[in-house]
């Protein structure tokens, strides 16, 4: 009888250990694994600085425009199984620093899991760390389903809540419960560097472009964001790569 209850303990105790093992995978076709128990990966600190890659920006109404830099299909998912934040890092024109942006809108790639928040940030050169997140509510975003896919959610984000002002940059994603999920990455692109991941309950509490590129986990992540820059002088968003193709519709 003891043999077995230490049996049952030893397994409990196990079970338990699994639970609390919280580790950042991909998702797709070849579902690569990378620890974010372990420790930071050597040598990230000295690593050379990568150029970031250039922002898209699409005009798509009056004094509104959408920014990515995704090109509208993931070939796979990042995530993680416990409470995180996906960032993206946009650019924001000089004509706009001082007059600022309000971001109208969310469009993302939720392969799987329960995106429950739009989670953004003022400039500087990392997003704000967990306890600092601003939020904006909006409708739950439900996965759609593991890459390779194409389609997107879209939310809208209430006047005011999120303005952007004073920076000439700022971050941008959405934030997972409890439970965790993946969000879509395009990975068939060159990178932008632009995707950091906020993980609480991982080996290190914010990852950066270079620290997921570390991990052969680069790409970008699909979240885009449109934003309305009728304070900007001139109106129109300028200075950045623009995309001839029509926007990807949206699938939810």
């Known amino acids: 009888m003891q043999w077995r209850s230490l049996t049952v303990l030893c397994l409990v105790a196990a079970a338990a250990a699994n639970v609390a093992a919280v580790a950042i995978r991909a998702q797709g076709p070849e579902r690569p694994r990378a620890c974010a128990d372990c420790a930071p990966p050597r040598g990230a600190a000295v690593l050379p600085p990568v150029g970031r890659g250039g922002m898209k920006a699409r005009s798509v109404g009056e004094a509104l425009s959408t920014l990515r830099f995704?090109?509208?299909?993931?070939?796979?998912?990042?995530?993680?199984?416990?409470?995180?934040?996906?960032?993206?890092?946009?650019?924001?024109?000089?004509?706009?620093?001082?007059?600022?942006?309000?971001?109208?809108r969310l469009t993302a790639r939720v392969n799987t899991g329960t995106a429950s928040a739009f989670a953004f940030g003022q400039g500087g050169p990392t997003p704000p760390g967990t306890t600092e997140i601003s939020t904006a509510p909006m409708p739950a975003i439900l996965g759609l389903g593991p890459c390779p896919a194409t389609g997107f959610a879209q939310r809208a984000i209430g006047p005011s809540a999120a303005?952007?002002?004073?920076?000439?940059?700022?971050?941008?994603?959405?934030?997972?419960?409890?439970?965790?999920?993946?969000?879509?990455?395009?990975?068939?692109?060159?990178?932008?560097?632009?995707?950091?991941?906020?993980?609480?309950?991982?080996?290190?509490?914010?990852?950066?472009?270079?620290?997921?590129?570390?991990?052969?986990?680069?790409?970008?992540?699909?979240?885009?964001?449109?934003?309305?820059?009728?304070?900007?002088?001139?109106?129109?968003?300028?200075?950045?790569?623009?995309?001839?193709?029509?926007?990807?519709?949206?699938?939810?």
Do not use: K
């Open 163 to 252: 303005v952007i002002t004073g920076t000439s940059n700022f971050f941008a994603g959405v934030q997972y419960g409890n439970a965790g999920g993946f969000i879509g990455r395009d990975t068939d692109s060159p990178p932008a560097m632009r995707q950091w991941l906020n993980c609480p309950t991982c080996g290190m509490s914010q990852y950066s472009p270079t620290d997921l590129t570390n991990m052969g986990l680069a790409g970008n992540f699909m979240i885009r964001v449109t934003v309305e820059d009728q304070n900007c002088v001139p109106v129109e968003l300028i200075g950045f790569d623009v995309d001839p193709r029509a926007e990807v519709p949206p699938a939810g």
């Open 70 to 104: 995704d090109d509208g299909t993931c070939e796979s998912g990042l995530g993680v199984a416990s409470i995180h934040t996906a960032f993206v890092e946009f650019d924001v024109p000089p004509q706009c620093a001082t007059g600022g942006l309000d971001v109208v």
